[in-house]
Nanobody, 127 residues
Framework: VQLQASGGGLVQVGGSLRLSCAAPGRTLNSFPMGWFRQAPGQEREFVAA????????FYADYVKGRFTISRDNAKNTVYLQMNSLKPEDTAVYYC?????????????????????WGQGTLVTVSS
């Protein structure tokens, strides 16, 4: 499964961006999905995740209340709406997929859980 993340860019502090993740030619309905990010010189870290149905979502504490993950299974797309952006949100954002399922909430938060990764999209928040 080839994932394509898009929507990154340069935004000022307090601004918003919406990232998208799609898999052209493939349906993502069967995949739990996650967003991770990696800042320069740092390890990749969990941001948000969503179950296959979209009913359950998971967030890192540092984005809770500001970011929203969602999916439109009819469009085979997963989104990450990012509001109230801060300079520390600057990173390359990656979407990831797992097949067929993730057994626990903790599993959604782990890099190692996911089988497929997109190429990343850069988000830069300027102060």
């Amino acid at each position: 499964v080839q994932l394509q993340a898009s929507g990154g860019g340069l935004v000022q502090v307090g601004g918003s961006l919406r990232l998208s993740c799609a898999a052209p030619g493939r349906t993502l309905n069967s995949f739990p999905m996650g967003w991770f990010r990696q800042a320069p010189g740092q390890e990749r870290e969990f941001v948000a995740a969503i179950t296959r149905s979209g009913v359950n979502t998971f967030y890192a504490d540092y984005v809770k209340g500001r970011f929203t993950i969602s999916r439109d299974n009819a469009k085979n797309t997963v989104y990450l709406q990012m509001n109230s952006l801060k300079p520390e949100d600057t990173a390359v954002y990656y979407c990831a997929a797992r097949y067929p399922a993730i057994a626990s909430g903790l599993g959604y938060r782990r890099n190692q859980t996911y089988d497929y990764w997109g190429q990343g999209t850069l988000v830069t928040v300027s102060s």
